[in-house]
């Protein structure tokens, strides 16, 4: 069996908007909730760059197994974002436990244009797709959503796992389930995550979409990785 292990966002699949996807969400919950707010999102953003668990993949983190513990946990982050746009203490907090809502909805994801092509080449070929991501809780209702779930062998999330890349257990959950594969490929748009996680545990790995100088094998999208996978 030959296995491809890809990362989901950035890779697979996108959420849209101008701005970076957590400051899109936060913005999208005050377009709603306060319509002509007037909020620079740049002020938003320095509260989303820290406090999510991929920030500190060194910590394994089985406490927030839940969705609502893991959401949970970022809410404080949240409202300090919405504070320092304004908002009072009440309404902050209101606004904070809406973010998991407008991240979530479905209509805001996208599969890049070059994904399912990809999968569907790469499966004519013998290769099976798993998902090994950095994701919220419920990433499985994004992806069936998607209509990615029929195209994969199994989904790895660290929200469930507890284990963020490049953390070894990610990746070593992976190989443990993958006992008789011939070959193994981590595909993901990371350096330091996907290729750099991937290489640590003994994984040989493809980066795409965002090149890293010295970064190798690269490709722009995902049409290139069927010629570097054949070896
Ligand atoms: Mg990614």
């Given amino acids: 069996m030959k296995w491809l292990v890809w990362d989901f966002d950035g890779t697979l699949a996108y959420r849209v908007g101008e701005w970076p996807a957590w400051t899109q969400a936060l913005l999208e919950v005050l377009d709603r909730q ?4 007037g909020v620079d999102p740049e002020l938003l953003s320095p509260f989303l760059r820290t406090g999510f668990p991929w920030h500190s993949p060194e910590a394994h983190h089985p406490h927030l197994a ?3 513990a893991w ?3 970022l809410e404080p982050s949240f409202a300090d974002a919405f504070r320092e746009a304004g908002a009072d203490e009440v309404s902050a907090e209101k606004l904070a436990k809406a973010v998991r809502r407008a991240y979530l909805h479905p209509d805001r994801w996208r599969l890049y244009e070059d994904a399912l092509p990809a999968l569907e080449g790469l499966s004519s070929r013998g290769w099976r797709h798993l998902l090994l991501t950095n994701h919220v809780p419920e990433l499985e209702e994004i ?3 998607l209509g990615l779930d029929r195209h994969l062998h199994g989904i790895y999330n660290s929200a469930e796992t507890g284990y963020e890349k490049p953390h070894p257990e990610a990746f070593r959950a992976v190989l443990e ?4 594969s011939n070959a193994v490929w981590i595909i993901g748009d990371n350096a330091d995550a996907d290729v750099a996680g991937a290489k640590a545990a003994g994984i040989p790995a493809i980066l795409v979409r965002r090149r890293r100088e010295g970064v190798e094998p690269y490709c722009e999208n995902l049409t290139g990785i069927a010629e570097i996978v054949r070896g």
């Fill in 177 to 180: 389930d993958l006992p008789d």
């Fill in 34 to 37: 306060t319509p002509g707010h």
């Fill in 71 to 73: 959401w949970g946990a």
């Fill in 66 to 68: 839940s969705a609502d």
């Fill in 143 to 145: 992806v069936r959503h």
